[in-house]
Structures are given as C-alpha cells and as structure tokens.
C-alpha cells in the first residue's frame, strides 16, 4: 500500500510518500517512494503491551480521522541481533489511515509511561 505522509517524520522531513508491506505478523516494512535507500522496519506494539494515547486534534484532521476509519498503528523498531535486543520507539507512532491512505507520525510528550529505545525483551513473558 502507498500512503501520503501528512506531518514531515523527525529526521525525514522530505519524505513525502512511503510503501508499507507487511513482512508478518508482527512486522512490517516502511520505504520511501523516492529514495529507496529510506526505509523504516515497524512493529505492531499491540503485540508486545497495552499501548494507549491520544491523536491530536490536528492530525485526525490532517488524516480525516473518525470513529469509523481503519487505521494502522506501528512503532519504529530498531532490529539487533538477537531479536530480543531489538528496541522499540513508544513516543513516536505511525498512524496509516487505510480508507484514504494519509499517513502521520504522533509525538506523545505527555505520557511517561513510554520510552524511545525500549527493548522487545522487556516485554517478552519469562
């Protein structure tokens, strides 16, 4: 799927248009449509905790948001070796509305229950 970023992604303020393919279950991948050297892998953070937060009013607009759209929520993930290593990026979520394909990424400043590099092994049940 070809989704229109809406609110430049920090540090990738010239993407304008990404892909996003699913590489399973838990993960998908995010490229950028004009360099293919950009691309992003993401993770479904639903799978590894309860993840709740507020999209600002602005972005809902941006992405014409309501009660009804479909949307996709993923997590930028930072892949080590071994996978459990891997860390995670909470405070900045990617949002894909799939009805009009428009895409954003949320900053949570508000909340310090997530972090920026949390490890997938701390999520991991021993």
């Keep these: 799927?070809?989704?229109?970023?809406?609110v430049p992604i920090l540090g990738f303020?010239?993407?304008?248009?990404?892909?996003?393919?699913k590489?399973?279950?838990?993960?998908?991948?995010?490229s950028s449509v004009?360099?293919?050297?950009?691309?992003?892998?993401?993770?479904?953070?639903?799978?590894?905790?309860e993840y709740d937060f507020e999209v600002p009013d602005t972005i809902?607009?941006?992405?014409?948001?309501?009660?009804?759209?479909n949307l996709i929520i993923l997590n930028t993930v930072l892949i080590q070796t071994p996978i459990e290593n891997s860390v995670v990026n909470f405070v900045g979520p990617m949002i894909f509305n799939t009805d009009n394909k428009k895409a954003a990424q949320?900053?949570?400043?508000?909340?310090?229950?997530?972090?920026?590099?949390?490890?997938?092994s701390d999520f991991l049940k021993k």
Excluded: H, W
């Design 23 to 30: 590489i399973d279950d838990i993960f998908m991948k995010m």
């Design 60 to 69: 809902q607009e941006l992405l014409k948001i309501d009660k009804n759209s």
């Design 106 to 120: 949320v900053i949570i400043s508000n909340s310090n229950e997530y972090g920026v590099a949390e490890k997938i």
């Design 13 to 21: 303020e010239d993407l304008k248009q990404v892909t996003l393919e």
């Design 34 to 49: 004009d360099d293919k050297n950009i691309s992003f892998t993401l993770i479904d953070p639903f799978v590894l905790r």
């Design 1 to 6: 799927m070809k989704f229109d970023i809406c």
